[in-house]
């Protein structure tokens, strides 16, 4: 079948969730056995998100081609159980840099280069390439922003031409919001009215409307809406507010959308969608009661997504050990040694997160050594692995002033220090160590053990390493480097093979957590947690 392309536009508000109704859409359309990808267009300059503070915004998700993307493709890859690459995340930085290379190598001939066509050609040019090279069924392609803002009119301006260039092999999704007035306990559709209306003014028309709200659009409101949009009245679907995320795509699917969606394009609908993994999924969701308490020490604990996909790795996790997440965070920044026991003492495990910088590093010495002293299941991720080891080495084998040459560059034990091929680097963005390398497994390892093999390829962003100077000293002292680089031999995971479960990992095993499968040390994690619950509730009722 030829490749079939759908966008997804925005109006009215921006963190609607076109994220989640393009992962909706697409776990559906895989679900009827078509192969599906989604891309997302950033209406940004920044060519990525790799340098923007997580502060403005949130998570930055590598692939695994090592491309460092916005945090909407983890939405991608935790609904699809696909893996994403550089190509499903363009931003404006990246379509501009493009055509000024093409203009400084002289392919355009000494013409002068201008937004269309030569800005909207490389936007179209992203788009197709993308369902040429993948042989794509489906291509989903996400527009960023908000119909009407100006960063975004050079993607809707290829949008339209994409339109009529495609015909039949392309659709508009338009996600728009339905606002509720307390006052006068109503809800308003001129917002979504004006939106399209916007759409419509740059020359798309909708093919289909999502409409979010947090009350119940009934059907002649639709109805209403359908005709000043010029939507057919089947096409006007509601997004009520979901308990989970992960029941969008069955509210979509009982509003037939992907049939709607088939349809539009030419296709005939044949049966249902295959969701029975899906439904097992919800199912355990729904049924597990019993708590477990996780801590997440972090310096971003405020902001909502700078751990998105830890949060929801533990979620998955913690849903199929039958467990209903109690995830509590922990600032850094407020953590130290004498109230260390009064704040992780209620909890079942701990996971120290990853991050760049000095600031709160102290607290994630405290937390660590408590957990290791009291012998808490405790999962450390990049950054949080390198603490693990600065705090062995400080309190374990004496070495008072050892640190991370990131955090003091003129320490007498760099225990952690920057990368050799890293010395050199001077431009920040897109240079760390990036994206998916294979590490190698002890075989008798808890790493190997909670994997079933001792060969993984995981994914990586950081600039420091373990310092392979000092490991005959740490395995001396009972910290086992038991998953290393089988090129470079770099230290990739630690473990402390005593304790109840204590093991950090140098890469980031977050960004390959799905609903489908969850990943295999988030899993061991949440159930030696589980099991030290249950331990300290036996001991408790003695």
Same mark, same amino acid.
């Given at each position: 079948?030829?490749?079939?392309?759908?966008?997804?536009?925005?109006?009215?508000?921006?963190?609607?969730?076109?994220?989640?109704?393009?992962?909706?859409?697409?776990?559906?359309?895989?679900?009827?056995?078509?192969?599906?990808?989604?891309?997302?267009?950033?209406?940004?300059?920044?060519?990525?998100?790799?340098?923007?503070?997580?502060?403005?915004?949130?998570?930055?998700?590598?692939?695994?081609?090592?491309?460092?993307?916005?945090?909407?493709?983890?939405?991608?890859?935790?609904?699809?159980?696909?893996?994403?690459?550089?190509?499903?995340?363009?931003?404006?930085?990246?379509?501009?840099?493009?055509?000024?290379?093409?203009?400084?190598?002289?392919?355009?001939?000494?013409?002068?280069?201008?937004?269309?066509?030569?800005?909207?050609?490389?936007?179209?040019?992203?788009?197709?390439?993308?369902?040429?090279?993948?042989?794509?069924?489906?291509?989903?392609?996400?527009?960023?922003?908000?119909?009407?803002?100006?960063?975004?009119?050079?993607?809707?301006?290829?949008?339209?031409?994409?339109?009529?260039?495609?015909?039949?092999?392309?659709?508009?999704?338009?996600?728009?919001?339905?606002?509720?007035?307390?006052?006068?306990?109503?809800?308003?559709?001129?917002?979504?009215?004006?939106?399209?209306?916007?759409?419509?003014?740059?020359?798309?028309?909708?093919?289909?409307?999502?409409?979010?709200?947090?009350?119940?659009?009934?059907?002649?409101?639709?109805?209403?809406?359908?005709?000043?949009?010029?939507?057919?009245?089947?096409?006007?679907?509601?997004?009520?507010?979901?308990?989970?995320?992960?029941?969008?795509?069955?509210?979509?699917?009982?509003?037939?959308?992907?049939?709607?969606?088939?349809?539009?394009?030419?296709?005939?609908?044949?049966?249902?969608?295959?969701?029975?993994?899906?439904?097992?999924?919800?199912?355990?969701?729904?049924?597990?009661?019993?708590?477990?308490?996780?801590?997440?020490?972090?310096?971003?604990?405020?902001?909502?997504?700078?751990?998105?996909?830890?949060?929801?790795?533990?979620?998955?996790?913690?849903?199929?050990?039958?467990?209903?997440?109690?995830? +509590?965070? $922990?600032?850094?920044?407020?953590?130290?040694?004498?109230? %260390?026991? *009064?704040?992780?003492? #209620?909890?079942? =495990? &701990?996971?120290?997160?990853?991050?760049?910088?000095? +600031?709160? $590093?102290?607290?994630?010495?405290?937390?660590?050594?408590? %957990?290791? *002293?009291?012998?808490? #299941?405790?999962? =450390? &991720?990049?950054?949080?692995?390198?603490?693990?080891?600065?705090?062995?080495?400080?309190?374990?084998?004496?070495?008072?002033? %050892?640190?991370?040459?990131?955090?003091?560059?003129?320490?007498?034990?760099?225990?952690?220090?920057?990368?050799?091929?890293?010395?050199?680097?001077?431009?920040?963005?897109?240079?760390?160590?990036?994206?998916?390398?294979?590490?190698?497994?002890?075989?008798?390892?808890?790493?190997?053990?909670?994997?079933?093999?001792?060969?993984?390829?995981?994914?990586?962003?950081?600039?420091?390493?373990?310092?392979?100077?000092?490991?005959?000293?740490?395995?001396?002292?009972?910290?086992?480097?038991?998953?290393?680089?089988?090129?470079?031999?770099?230290?990739?995971?630690?473990?402390?093979?005593?304790?109840?479960?204590?093991?950090?990992?140098?890469?980031?095993?977050?960004?390959?957590?799905?609903?489908?499968?969850?990943?295999?040390?988030?899993?061991?994690?949440?159930?030696?947690?589980?099991?030290?619950?249950?331990?300290?509730?036996?001991?408790?009722?003695?």
């Amino acid at each position: 079948m030829e490749t079939k392309y759908i966008f997804v536009t925005g109006g009215v508000v921006s963190s609607l969730g076109k994220g989640i109704i393009s992962s909706s859409l697409a776990r559906l359309l895989i679900a009827r056995g078509y192969r599906v990808t989604i891309q997302k267009f950033d209406p940004y300059i920044n060519v990525d998100p790799g340098t923007l503070n997580p502060y403005e915004h949130g998570e930055c998700y590598v692939t695994v081609d090592g491309h460092e993307a916005d945090l909407d493709l983890g939405h991608y890859e935790r609904f699809t159980n696909i893996h994403t690459t550089k190509a499903n995340s363009i931003t404006t930085g990246r379509i501009y840099q493009n055509v000024i290379d093409k203009e400084r190598r002289g392919d355009y001939l000494g013409k002068t280069v201008q937004i269309v066509p030569h800005i909207t050609d490389e936007i179209k040019r992203n788009v197709k390439q993308l369902g040429l090279t993948g042989n794509f069924d489906f291509v989903i392609t996400e527009i960023g922003g908000v119909v009407g803002d100006i960063e975004s009119l050079p993607f809707l301006e290829a949008v339209r031409q994409l339109r009529w260039e495609l015909g039949e092999n392309s659709l508009c999704v338009h996600l728009t919001y339905v606002p509720f007035i307390a006052a006068a306990k109503e809800l308003k559709t001129k917002p979504t009215q004006h939106s399209v209306k916007k759409l419509q003014e740059l020359g798309i028309q909708p093919d289909v409307l999502v409409l979010r709200t947090e009350h119940d659009i009934n059907a002649d409101m639709r109805r209403k809406i359908a005709l000043f949009c010029n939507v057919a009245p089947d096409a006007v679907i509601q997004s009520i507010d979901c308990p989970s995320i992960y029941e969008v795509p069955l509210a979509m699917h009982a509003q037939h959308l992907d049939e709607i969606v088939l349809r539009k394009m030419g296709v005939t609908p044949e049966g249902e969608p295959h969701m029975a993994p899906w439904l097992n999924f919800l199912q355990k969701m729904r049924d597990a009661s019993e708590p477990v308490t996780i801590g997440l020490v972090g310096k971003y604990v405020e902001l909502q997504d700078a751990y998105k996909s830890i949060n929801e790795a533990l979620f998955q996790s913690a849903t199929y050990n039958d467990r209903k997440l109690d995830l +509590r965070y $922990i600032h850094s920044e407020k953590l130290n040694e004498s109230n %260390a026991d *009064e704040l992780l003492s #209620p909890l079942d =495990g &701990i996971i120290i997160a990853p991050g760049f910088g000095h +600031r709160g $590093i102290d607290g994630k010495f405290a937390a660590l050594k408590w %957990a290791r *002293e009291h012998d808490v #299941p405790t999962f =450390g &991720i990049c950054l949080g692995m390198q603490c693990m080891v600065i705090e062995f080495a400080r309190d374990v084998l004496g070495l008072p002033e %050892a640190n991370s040459s990131e955090m003091n560059p003129l320490t007498p034990d760099k225990v952690i220090d920057i990368m050799e091929e890293q010395k050199s680097v001077s431009n920040l963005g897109g240079t760390m160590r990036l994206g998916a390398y294979d590490c190698q497994l002890k075989p008798d390892s808890l790493a190997a053990k909670a994997y079933g093999t001792t060969m993984v390829s995981e994914r990586h962003r950081h600039r420091f390493e373990f310092n392979d100077e000092y490991r005959r000293r740490f395995e001396q002292a009972g910290m086992v480097c038991a998953g290393e680089n089988p090129q470079t031999h770099l230290v990739e995971i630690v473990e402390l093979p005593g304790k109840r479960w204590f093991l950090g990992t140098q890469y980031h095993p977050e960004y390959s957590s799905t609903v489908l499968s969850p990943h295999p040390l988030f899993m061991s994690f949440m159930a030696a947690a589980i099991e030290y619950r249950r331990q300290k509730a036996d001991k408790a009722g003695k």
